[in-house]
């Protein structure tokens, strides 16, 4: 199974700070990749498919970018609505898999 | 409007079983593969299972393999999740989601969840 990793586990930034969340593919993956929002009680949103592009609705202060086994998510400024659980996951093949996640909380 | 609604959670003693549901509305439900993920308590995120759009087809996470069956019902717009011979660590909420596009694709929309605890 193609494993993923993400950095940080957790940060800690102020609104208006630029975020950057690493995820680290095992193995290959093309741009089989996607990152997720997920506060607290609520079902998980799509943000980025296909490594980079926007899923629609999404701000733009959000972007991906990568290939094959290095991603990145950004957010350029970060909001107040913004502090959040962030997952990427691949959909190269399966079993499909999840990163651990990277907590976003308030300095 | 895109919905998912879950719903057959609950509590359940080890050894035994369930029958998740998921109802779909404002899509084609025909056209789009489905799927299972679940999330342990103050954990991350975890696929389950995918079924394809006809049915025929079916993937099955290694941790639920052989104790999990997925299905679909095109008829009522539902997709099923049937768990037997549940443990402890299968407590979780359970998501289904919708392929995002028709191709293999990430997940959008997830439905709220449906929680399912398995303990004496």
């Known amino acids: 199974a193609i494993q993923l990793t993400q950095s940080p586990s957790s940060l800690s930034a102020s609104v208006g700070d630029r975020v950057t969340i690493t995820c680290r593919a095992s193995?290959?993956?093309?741009?089989?990749l996607a990152w997720y929002q997920q506060k607290p009680g609520k079902a998980p949103k799509l943000l980025i498919y296909?490594?980079?592009s926007l899923q629609s609705g999404v701000p733009s202060r959000f972007s991906g970018s990568g290939s094959a086994t290095d991603f990145t998510l950004t957010i350029s400024s970060l909001q107040s609505e913004d502090f959040a659980t962030y997952y990427c996951?691949?959909?190269?093949?399966?079993?499909?898999?999840f990163g651990p996640g990277t907590k976003v909380d308030i300095k | 409007e895109v919905q998912l609604l879950e719903s057959g959670g609950g509590l359940v003693q080890p050894g035994g079983s369930l029958r998740l549901s998921c109802v779909a509305s404002?899509?084609?439900?025909?056209?789009?593969?489905m799927n299972w993920v679940r999330q342990a308590p103050g954990k991350g995120l975890e696929w389950v299972s995918t079924?394809?759009?006809?049915?025929?087809?079916?993937y099955y996470a290694d941790s639920v393999e052989g104790r999990f069956t997925i299905s679909r019902d095109n008829s009522k717009n539902t997709v099923y999740l049937q768990m037997n011979s549940l443990r402890a660590e299968d407590t979780a909420v359970y998501h289904c989601?919708?392929?995002?596009?028709?191709?293999?694709?990430?997940?959008?929309?997830w439905g709220q969840g449906t929680l399912v605890t398995v303990s004496s």
């Open positions: 989601a919708k392929y995002y596009d028709f191709g293999r694709s990430p997940f959008d929309p």
């Open positions: 404002g899509f084609r439900f025909t056209s789009y593969v």
């Open positions: 079924i394809d759009n006809s049915g025929a087809t079916t």
């Open positions: 193995q290959g993956i093309s741009s089989s």
């Open positions: 296909d490594a980079s």
């Open positions: 996951q691949q959909f190269k093949s399966f079993p499909f898999t």
